[in-house]
């Protein structure tokens, strides 16, 4: 199987395992045609009989998402890059104010993906919801029930406000003090943060949220963060961001992760074979699908800028929402 196959398969069965979220209707009803809707199957059966059914369109429309933004300013895209059909059926189905929008394939039976941040509770501009402390005050308590009691809750809420993806999960570790998403990360120390964000997947997951860890990897600091190069050793990226993503995944198995903006000894994140291929898809074994930081597989032109890490102390995938005017 080529690297694109086993990649749509990765997402068809991610998605497909989503389910609809509360509120919203299935796409199509189980029948003894579609075997990539048999739980009786395993998923890799599952996942090839879906990307087998599929046609060259509707793979397409599986690999790129919607942002509220671009949901709003779609009728302004040009009707062959968007047709006029898939244009109708975004406005239609995507929950207005949430993080991103995936459109499924109604004649599979694989549904949409509704997608809302993040850690700390449901992010909807339009839907109130519970906000839990920071992911830092969590880690502290150094309980990994307390973390996953949270994610039960919030992922509860995802479901019940009509979405069935959580854009949670940071690991990144609180390396950079000034870094401005510290407190959405689980602390410097990988066993620690690795455990903790491990146990908030696990709780939103057991709602059948699917829960996306991120930013993979060593995305540390805001600032520059679409530009910044990460200069630092394999043995040291082992023993220090790569620690607390795997320890993560271990215990949370989240159904996707979400590559970083930033570049990693020269190579952007989400173009990063060693980190995507290598690391998460060899050594680990991971299953499920990779996605972009919000329009971070097309932004391909900035200047990097360095900033090295020497020591621990100190592909292809779901290009996820991004604004559609054309450029």
Not at 100 to 128: H, K, Y
Not at 145 to 171: C, F, K, Q
Not at 228 to 254: C, H, K, M, N
Not at 291 to 301: A, F, L, N, T, V
Request: net charge neutral; proline share 6%.
């Amino acid at each position: 199987m080529s690297k694109a196959t086993a990649f749509l398969a990765s997402a068809a069965i991610a998605i497909a395992l989503a389910g609809p979220a509360s509120g919203q209707e299935s796409a199509t009803p189980t029948s003894a045609g579609q075997p990539w809707l048999n739980p009786g199957l395993s998923p890799e059966a599952r996942a090839r009989a879906a990307v087998e059914a599929m046609t060259l369109d509707e793979k397409l429309r599986l690999i790129f998402g919607y942002s509220d933004q671009a949901v709003t300013e779609i009728s302004k895209v040009p009707d062959d890059i968007v047709s006029q059909e898939l244009k109708a059926y975004v406005q239609t189905r995507a929950v207005k104010g949430s993080a991103g929008f995936v459109p499924g394939v109604p004649r599979l039976g694989v549904p949409d993906q509704w997608q809302t941040d993040a850690s700390m509770g449901v992010r909807n501009s339009l839907i109130p919801s519970t906000a839990l402390p920071s992911s830092l005050a969590t880690a502290a308590s150094f309980d990994p029930a307390v973390p996953r009691a949270g994610g039960v809750m919030i992922g509860a809420e995802t479901r019940a406000t009509g979405h069935n993806t959580m854009l949670s999960g940071g690991v990144n570790l609180a390396r950079e003090p000034r870094n401005g998403r510290n407190f959405e990360y689980t602390g410097e120390d990988p066993l620690l943060a690795g455990t903790m964000a491990g146990s908030l997947i696990e709780g939103i997951q057991s709602n059948k949220i699917i829960s996306t860890i991120k930013h993979y990897a060593v995305n540390d600091t805001e600032t520059q963060r679409t530009t910044l190069d990460v200069t630092i050793s394999a043995e040291a990226l082992r023993q220090s961001d790569l620690l607390a993503f795997e320890f993560a995944i271990e215990r949370g198995s989240p159904g996707s992760v979400m590559c970083s903006y930033n570049l990693i000894n020269g190579r952007w994140g989400c173009e990063n074979d060693y980190l995507l291929n290598t690391v998460l898809k060899g050594d680990w074994g991971y299953k499920g699908f990779v996605m972009s930081d919000w329009g971070r597989s097309i932004r391909r032109r900035q200047r990097p800028t360095t900033a090295s890490t020497s020591s621990p102390a100190s592909a292809v995938l779901l290009t996820t929402p991004a604004s559609l005017r054309p450029r």
